[in-house]
C-alpha cells in the first residue's frame, strides 16, 4: 500500500459473476471491423488523409467469450481519501469500475453488478458500466478488455497518483491517464497524454465515456443549445437539444455544439437533482450522450450486459473532437494532453448546474491542477501495480523512442514478441516454429515491420506475415501473390485462409469457398490443432460455402467439429442455416423454438434475423430482437 496523508492507493480484488473471455480468435483480422463508419457529410465527416480503418489489424479479435458467468476473483487498484473511493480494473483497459462519493454514500456511476462481454468493441468484447477511456479509432476500444500497465507515481499536491499507460496498436500511439485524489476535493482529477513519437501525422480519436444510470426522471445537461442527433440510420440532423434526450424510443447520440470559448462540461442528474459531473480544460472540448432508446428492443439490450432486473444507463462522453466520427491530427513528434475531473453535482437547471460547478471546481482551479500535473506527466513510476502487455516494449526496441513517465519494460515482452525481437536483433523470423498444427503468432502490420520482411522474405512463416502486411497496406496483390508463395513452401490451413478471404474480397464467391473448405479440412485433418482454431475456420467456411449453394460440404465441416464447439450458439445458428439450405426447415423451426444464445451476436449482424425469415412472416421473437445499440 502507498500512502501519503489522506490517500491511499492498494491493490486488490473484486468478485463479481464474469463471463470469461476465452482466447483470442486465432486468425488476422483481414476485414473491416463490424460497424465501421463510412465517410459522411455531416459531423464527424472523413478528415483529410484520416480515412476509416480498413481492419484492427495487427490486433486481434476477442470472441472467444460466452453467457455462463461464474463468480471471479479481478485484480483492482484502490484510490481513496476522506472524499472518495476509487476502484480501477488494469486487466480491463483501465476502466474505472465505481466512483463513490463517501459524505453521501453515493455512487456516481452506474456499476454493473456483473462482467459480462458483448461484440460492441473494435475487435469485439466489451462490457458496460464505469469509466473507460476509448483510443485508437471511432467506437469502443480495442483496449477494453485488455490488460494495461500501472503504477504510483507522486501527485502535484505533494500526495500520490495513480498511473494507467499502454502503447495503443490501431494507431501505434503510447498514452497515459493519470488519476489522483486532491485534499479536500470532491473530484476526481484525471491527466491524459498522447503522444505520437513517429515521423508521420497520426490521426487521434479519444472518448472519456462515463456510464450514469438512467431511470425516471434522469436528465442530461451540457452547456449547448443544439446538437447533432446520429440514430441507428447514422444520419446526423442538427436540433435543438430536447428537453430530455433521453427520451426517445431508438438508441441515439447526441453530439452538443458548444459554443467556443465556452467551459466545456457535462452532467448527469437523477429525479432528485443529485449526479455526476464532468468537466475539462479546453483541449477536451467535445461533448456526447449515448443512449439506448426507451424501446423494447434497446431495453432487451440492455439487459443483455447485465442482470435481468439491473437498471438500465446512458453514457456520457467528452473527446478532443467535436463529433464522434472526427480525428484530431496529431502531427509527428507532437503529444496532446489535458486535464479532466469527476465529482458529484446537485443542480436543477443547466443555469444552476453552471454556477454550482463554479463554485465546486472553478475553471481557474482547474487549469491551474493541469500546469502543475504537466511536470508530474514525465516522472518514472517506481511502484509497479500491474504489467499489461509487451508490445510497447517491442516497438520501443525498434524506434528508439525516448517516453518520459511511460516505461515500457522489456520484462513485458512474451512468447507472442518473441518471434519480432528475433527478426529485429537476428534479422529473421523463426521458421522452424511454423507448423501447419499451430496457428502463427500475432502478425505486425506497420511500414516499419512490413519494410523487415520484404528484406528477409523467405520461408512459409515470413511469407505469410508479409502477406498479412501487405494487405493492412492496401497492397491485395502482393498479398495474394506472398501468401500463394508461403503455401507453396509448406502447405497450412493459415495461409489458404488467408487467400479464401482475399477471394472473397475480389469478388470471386466460388474460389474463397473452395479455398475457406481446403483450410477448414486441412485442419480437421491435422492432429492437436486448437479448437479455437477450428472454430474460427469453421465459422468462416460454413458462410462461405452457403452462399455458394454448397450446403451439403458445410453440413460435413459442422459435423466434423468437436462437440462443444457445436453447441456454440454462433454454431447453432449456423446449423440453423444450413438446415434451412437442405430444405428441413421444420428441423430449423424446431432449432429456433429450443432456444440459442449467439453470445457474440452484434446489433447490426442480421444473420439470425433473415434466418428467421426465411422460416416464417411471423415477427422474431423478443428473446432474439435486441435491435441496435448506441450507434457507436
Known amino acids: 500500500m502507498a500512502r501519503t496523508g489522506t490517500t491511499t492507493i492498494r491493490r486488490g480484488t473484486l468478485t463479481l459473476p464474469v463471463a470469461a473471455l476465452g482466447p483470442e480468435n486465432p486468425l488476422p483480422a483481414l476485414l473491416p471491423p463490424a460497424g465501421a463508419p463510412a465517410a459522411r457529410s455531416g459531423p464527424g465527416r472523413r478528415q483529410r488523409g484520416h480515412a476509416p480503418l480498413t481492419s484492427v489489424l495487427p490486433v486481434r479479435l476477442r470472441d472467444g467469450y460466452g453467457r455462463r458467468r461464474v463468480d471471479t476473483e479481478l485484480d483492482v487498484v484502490v484510490i481513496e481519501n476522506d472524499r472518495l473511493s476509487v476502484t480501477v480494473l488494469p486487466g480491463f483497459g483501465g476502466r474505472i469500475h465505481s466512483l463513490r462519493h463517501k459524505p453521501t454514500g453515493r455512487d456516481l456511476l452506474y456499476t454493473n453488478p456483473v462482467l459480462q462481454p458483448v461484440n460492441r468493441a473494435l475487435n469485439g468484447a466489451w462490457f458496460s458500466g464505469g469509466i473507460e477511456w476509448n483510443i485508437g479509432a471511432h467506437g469502443r476500444s480495442t483496449l477494453a478488455c485488455a490488460p494495461v500497465h500501472a503504477a504510483v507515481v507522486a501527485a502535484p499536491d505533494g500526495g500520490r497518483m495513480l498511473r494507467l499507460w499502454e502503447w495503443e496498436r490501431l494507431r501505434d500511439t503510447p498514452f497515459q491517464v493519470d ?372 450446403a451439403a460440404e458445410a453440413r460435413g465441416v459442422l459435423d466434423r467439429l468437436p462437440p462443444g464447439v457445436r453447441r456454440a450458439g454462433r454454431f447453432r445458428l449456423l446449423d440453423v442455416r444450413v438446415l434451412i439450405a437442405e430444405g428441413e426447415r421444420a428441423a430449423a423451426r424446431a432449432a429456433f423454438d429450443a432456444g440459442f444464445d449467439v453470445a457474440d451476436l452484434r446489433d447490426d449482424d442480421e444473420s439470425l434475423a433473415r434466418a428467421w425469415a426465411a422460416l416464417t412472416d411471423e415477427p422474431l421473437p423478443e428473446r432474439y430482437d435486441f435491435g441496435a445499440g448506441p450507434v457507436a
Open 179 to 550: 488519476l489522483w485524489l486532491p485534499d479536500g476535493s470532491d473530484f476526481l482529477h484525471v491527466g491524459v497524454r498522447v503522444r505520437n513519437p513517429h515521423e508521420r501525422t497520426v490521426p487521434l480519436s479519444w472518448w472519456s465515456s462515463a456510464a450514469v444510470p438512467e431511470g425516471p426522471g434522469t436528465r442530461v445537461l451540457a452547456p449547448a443549445d443544439e446538437a447533432w442527433q446520429v440514430g441507428p440510420e447514422r444520419e446526423p440532423r442538427r436540433l435543438p437539444v430536447p428537453g430530455d434526450p433521453l427520451a426517445g424510443a431508438h438508441p441515439a447520440d447526441w453530439f452538443y455544439e458548444i459554443p467556443p470559448g465556452t467551459r466545456p462540461w457535462i452532467a448527469a442528474f437523477d429525479q432528485h437533482g443529485d449526479g455526476l459531473a464532468q468537466t475539462s480544460t479546453a483541449a477536451l472540448r467535445g461533448r456526447r450522450l449515448s443512449t439506448w432508446g426507451t424501446g423494447p428492443a434497446g431495453r432487451r439490450r440492455q439487459r443483455r450486459l447485465t442482470e435481468e432486473n439491473a437498471p438500465g444507463h446512458a453514457e456520457i462522453q467528452a473527446g478532443p473532437a467535436s463529433h464522434g466520427h472526427g480525428h484530431v491530427p496529431l502531427r509527428a513528434g507532437e503529444e496532446l494532453s489535458w486535464l479532466e475531473a469527476y465529482g458529484p453535482l446537485t443542480a436543477a437547471s443547466r443555469d444552476e448546474a453552471e454556477r454550482r460547478l463554479a463554485a465546486a471546481l472553478p475553471e481557474e482551479a482547474l487549469r491551474a491542477a493541469y500546469a502543475a500535473w504537466l511536470p508530474y506527466a514525465d516522472l518514472d513510476p517506481k511502484e509497479i501495480l500491474h504489467t499489461g502487455s509487451g508490445w510497447g516494449a517491442l516497438e520501443v526496441e525498434r524506434g528508439g523512442f525516448e517516453l518520459p513517465g511511460t516505461p515500457f519494460d522489456p520484462a513485458a515482452l512474451g512468447p507472442e514478441q518473441r518471434p519480432w525481437l528475433e527478426l529485429l536483433r537476428g534479422g529473421r523470423l523463426p521458421e522452424e516454429d511454423f507448423a501447419p498444427e499451430r496457428p502463427p503468432g500475432p502478425s505486425l502490420v506497420s511500414r516499419p515491420w512490413r519494410e523487415r520482411l520484404e528484406y528477409v522474405a523467405d520461408g512459409p512463416l515470413t511469407y505469410y506475415h508479409l502477406g498479412v502486411a501487405q494487405w493492412h497496406a492496401g497492397d491485395r496483390a502482393q498479398a495474394r501473390r506472398s501468401w500463394e508463395r508461403s503455401l507453396a513452401a509448406a502447405k497450412s490451413p493459415w495461409a489458404l485462409r488467408c487467400l479464401a478471404v482475399a477471394h472473397a474480397c475480389a469478388d470471386h464467391p466460388e474460389r474463397a469457398a473452395a479455398y475457406a473448405l481446403a483450410a477448414t479440412e486441412l485442419a480437421l485433418d491435422t492432429a492437436s490443432v486448437p479448437i479455437p482454431a477450428l472454430a474460427a475456420l469453421a465459422r468462416e467456411a460454413v458462410p462461405a460455402l452457403l452462399a455458394v449453394g454448397r
